[in-house]
């Protein structure tokens, strides 16, 4: 691919805005394309979340997940100092989990303020430019070029070199391969205010609690959550996913509950709900996407999938995004450079975005919907 040129970037959230931000950098112009009016509309709205170091890898049963969020971490917190100093949109906090060492220390970030950061280096490199507001209505290979055409709801076209999707769900109406891999979770955080002193922590164990933010100067709150409605596309506050919260906050600070009870008294009790898009493996997809076709070959690989020209996703980071968005954003930029990708070959496997295609393809052909039989 291209080592520099223009590329649309659909979807305005950290995904979105850090892979925007990271081409930048490498001299690509970029055309950042959302359908809300305003940065950060979707899951990267979130009030406040943890970027914390991930458990050893002895604590998990998924091992390539958990090697996946080791190689991201370092790649995120640098990110993070790059753009944000410390009490501008993020925070340090004492960070209490039972997988780790006592002294461990979590980052406790305003995602929406990381976006704007991101926006705001792109912008002032003179290489970015900010269409919000309008949806991508079709998107189509431009026939008198090697790049891509993109329509919007408005008829607003947009021309590059390259796409990239990092829209979350609303990609699945423009991608069949990705759509099949894709899942709607709904989640639901419970905040309030402070109002008695207590030294700034996060507590992490099946559930988080965040106490004390206030990096952007909004006040003092916490937060405890989220809760986790799998197969759920639509944000809406859910009175049950209070008492769930708190039954969380039961087992993470039970001297916090008076804080959570008092707040539902007064009436000061708020949520965040948003909706985040997954996979199955709670592994992202990043990558050249594959063509909605059967292989041409008789028998293919993940490698061989056929892939359409130019286009990437950088989709599915889940609850993850804070720790995982960066170090995706840097692979995206190495495919559409033609360079060495920064992590290892069994991790790019693992976060291709063909494997849940292939995977039904292979389901196809011993089915008999594809002729081809299929290796592994």
Sequence with gaps: MNPSGHALVVGAGLAGAGVAWRLTQSGWRVTLIDAAPQLAAGASGLPFGVLAPPPPLKHTCAPVAME???????VAIQRLLQLMPNGQGWQHMALHDSRLADNAMAHVVSPAHWVQAYVRQAQCSGRLALCLGEAVESAQPDAQ??????TGERGTQWQGDAVVWANAMAAASHLPTVAVALQ??????????????RIAEVRRDHGVWVNAFNADGLGPRWSVGATYRRGQAQAKVVADDHTTNRAKLARLQPQALAEFDRAQANHTLQAWSGVRCTTAQRLPLVGAIAQAAAPARHRVS?????????????LALGSRGLTSHALAADIVAAHLQGQPLPVPVHVARALDPARTWL????????????SDPISK
């Design 184 to 197: 709607a979770v709904a989640g639901q955080l419970s905040m309030g205010p402070c109002t008695t002193p």
């Design 68 to 74: 996946w969020l080791h190689l991201a971490y370092p």
């Design 145 to 150: 070029s090697t790049g891509w055409r993109l």
């Design 302 to 314: 993940l490698a061989s999938v056929p892939r359409l020209p130019q286009a990437l996703a950088l």
């Design 359 to 370: 995977k039904q393809l292979r389901s196809g052909a011993r089915t008999g919907s594809h």
